[in-house]
């Protein structure tokens, strides 16, 4: 009698394949728990094979989670990719909106690798995030039309995207403030701390010269314009005294 293989029965697959289907399992388990919640036994029982056979191909969760790790920072620094045409405040807010909704899809598992932990505080996982924030430091810097910033300037870039970072961070532990609202006030503090640099600076204030003159009267920096000028005494009101 000729027996059937079940709908169940596990497809044998050749050794790059089933490494690629293991990230990507793990990925999917370290997007919805927080990595050192994840055992080898999840991601084997995920996959539908065995535990020895996880081992066969990575030699535990640390490496795994490297590899995941790996393709989850290209992607993220993909995100800052963005054509080089219209404003700068433009390109910047549809980059936050493509990392916020990495940053919601990826959870627990971005938190985890930013913040470090037993699971992802390694030299390796480290250099890699360190990838990620010098990829989308130079693409902030190719959006301006500079390979070579001075120290101001190169500080301004590095402060925002530090910022970016803290402030998903902080969505991610309570989702308090509608992410729409944070991914336009991250346009504005860019342009903030670059004008406040620019005070100093003659680079970075012609950056900022740049910006504000490209900028349409409906872009995401009218509102921060109309905002500080209503903070601003009317010309006609004498200044108080002491």
Avoid: C
């Amino acid at each position: 009698m000729t027996t059937t293989p079940t709908a169940g029965a596990r497809r044998r697959m050749g050794v790059e394949e089933r490494r690629q289907q293991l990230i990507a399992v793990a990925l999917e388990l370290f997007s919805s728990r927080a990595p050192e919640d994840v055992s080898i036994d999840d991601i084997a029982n995920a996959a539908g094979i065995s535990r020895p056979l996880v081992y066969h191909y990575f030699p535990g969760k640390q490496s795994l989670y490297q590899a995941a790790v790996r393709i989850a920072a290209e992607e993220l620094a993909g995100r800052f990719s963005e054509p080089h045409e219209g404003p700068l405040s433009g390109r910047l807010l549809r980059v936050m909106r493509r990392y916020f909704d990495f940053v919601a899809d990826h959870g627990p598992g971005f938190s985890a690798l930013l913040r470090g932990g037993t699971t992802v505080g390694s030299p390796q996982t480290g250099a890699v995030i360190d990838e990620v924030r010098q990829a989308a430091y130079e693409q902030v810097l190719s959006h301006l039309g500079i390979e070579s910033p001075g120290p101001r300037l190169s500080l301004v870039v590095r402060s925002w995207v530090g910022l970016a970072e803290t402030t998903a961070l902080t969505w991610l532990d309570g989702r308090e403030v509608p992410r729409r609202e944070l991914e336009v006030q991250l346009v504005h503090d860019f342009v903030a701390l670059a004008a406040v640099t620019a005070v100093h600076d003659e680079e970075t204030a012609a950056v900022v010269r740049r910006v504000v003159e490209q900028e349409p009267a409906d872009g995401p920096l009218s509102d921060l314009v109309a905002g500080l000028l209503a903070l601003l005494p009317h010309p006609t009101e004498a200044p108080h005294g002491p």
